[in-house]
């Protein structure tokens, strides 16, 4: 379901916007406009939606006008034209006590310099948005030490801000946001401010807390890799324009234009790409109830390969097998395909990303199985294919 | 060719005998309010034996600054005071400087948080403010007399608009100190302009704000000192006096009178307003 809606977007910071804006719609170039109007664009003829539940990562260098877009939405920065919808209510034509009221409902917002009240303990901060709501002291505080709980702060409540490191001062404003319950978190590049190490921590931590609370995220960030990281979908700015919208894989092996391509150009692709989108299919399984030594050397050979995968009757990956023990297993005259499956062979997971598959697959003399949470085989990997994989997508 | 002459002065005076005119209830009413401010003050502290008041003040001033040198400094230079035999005239000084202070920042805090919040209020007060400081303090003691006639009700008038710019100035700069982003955020949480200013601006302004209370007690006492002209009585009147006498010795000794109660307000209000 959608939650947020932008629709043909404007914001133009001057004396004179309306000119502006048809300039703009006319195809004149941003610094023609400021040369002849003194306006600024922010935001330029923007348009797209996020899903309820979705992580969506606006992403753009500095100057691309994601900050002002994100302000637009909850009217930190009123919009010159368009229209915002949220839970299909427009944004932009309520009045100040009606916008309060939403803020105060359905928006959590995180800032890049965290924005705490340095004259307010760890919990006073964290328990702002209720207090604002009018929730009495207690109901609130309980909620504050939960959601400081809940991003790793149990502990800290009663200190203040500026005794604090980087990141647990991001927790906090972390924290702050979600105490309310909002349906819709704004994260204006919530983790710039970190120390790499830290921003990933910070990053893992933002990843668990979607998959078991499930928020509407729109994040701001700079950081491509952090966009790949984090988004469903990424929408790609520049100039204050939306160059492109899609997930993170699109992105990266459909760029929309050379700004994109030059933009990817760098990426890692090995921390993008996951076992899922480099693993094959295979249809050369083992059944363990059903196929016997002979049938499993018969399905290797027809499919040249050394080594089967053996799966139980609801495709459960039970082990490998390799040709030679069910040769040996051929001429004992044995039916026993279960004594030579051996049981610890390495999997991964759908989502390990391909970075990590090169470590997991050294040294390894069979291909590697890609399994989902249950432990169903989806897929095989194996190292040639990988690396041609990687090359493909990589296109550099 | 004679350019005439722009009667400015005529001008401001026929409008102050306007007002003295037909205001005279307003400044009645101001009158007897100050005065009973005043007396109670004064009461208060001459209720004390002098020893007992500066025992008590010493252990107060210790309280209050954590400092031990500046509470025995205090304790001696009060009984320095009572020595010279200027008691009187310092409690009267004492009170004064409270009641116009009191005054100025009952006035002058709100009219900074106006002038904060809307720049329309900030765009009229801001030039009277240039105007208040700039001009002589002398000058003001002249549209006290007609107002209120010679003596303490007209010292304290003159003093009130002598010492409040500052209390106005450092609260609007104090609350517009406040950093842009803390501001958006409250903002952003769905704050009331009401909640915003109690809950985020006062509180880091205030530091800002007490150095202006600072400012507006030292300037009422420097002012308190000049009202004597007009009949405040206290340390300056005993300045004043000898002034006149062409006295040295009692000019300085009531001279050092003064600077030791500025010393003393001066250290209390710096430690109240740099702790957090």
Sequence with gaps: MEKIRVEKLYKVFGPQPNKAIQM????????????????????????????????????????????????CINRLIEPTRGKVYIDGTDITSLNTEELRKVRLKKLGMVFQNFALFPHRTVCQNAEYGLEIKGMPLDERRKKAYEALELVGLAGWEESLPDQLSGGMQQRVGLARALALDPDILLMDEAFSALDPLIRRDMQDELISIQERMRKTILFISHDLDEALKLGDRIVLMKDGEIVQVGTPEDILTNPANDYVRRFVEDVDITKVLTAESVMKKTEAVGYLKTDGPRAALRKMRKNSISNLFVLDESRKLMGVVTAQDCARLVQEESRDLASVVCTSCKTAHLDTPAQDLFVIMQDLGYPLAVVDDDNRLKGVIIRGSLIGALAERGGN | MDIPRIPVGKAIEASIDYLVEHFSFATKAFSAVLDTGLDIVEGAMHALPPWLFILLTGLLVWRLTKSRKIGIFSIAGLLLILNMGLWKATISTISLVIVSTLMALLIGVPTGILAAMNKYVNKTVMPSLDVMQTMPAFVYLIPAIPFFGLGKVAAIFSTIIFAMPPAIRLTCLGINQVPKELVECAEAFGSSRWQRLVKLELPLALPTIMAGVNQTVMLALS??????????????????????????GNGFEAGIGIVIVAMIMDRVLQKIGSKK
Excluded: H, P
């Design chain 2, 223 to 248: 002012m308190v000192v000049i009202a004597a002209m007009i009949g405040a009585k206290g340390l300056g009147g005993e300045v004043w006096k000898a002034i006149q006498r062409l006295q040295m």
């Design chain 1, 24 to 71: 703009l719609e006319q195809g004149a170039s941003k610094s023609e406009i400021m040369e002849k109007t003194n306006c600024g664009v922010g935001v330029n003829n923007t348009s797209f939606s996020v899903d309820e539940g979705e992580l969506v990562v606006v992403m753009g260098l500095s100057g691309s006008g994601k900050s002002t877009l994100v302000r």
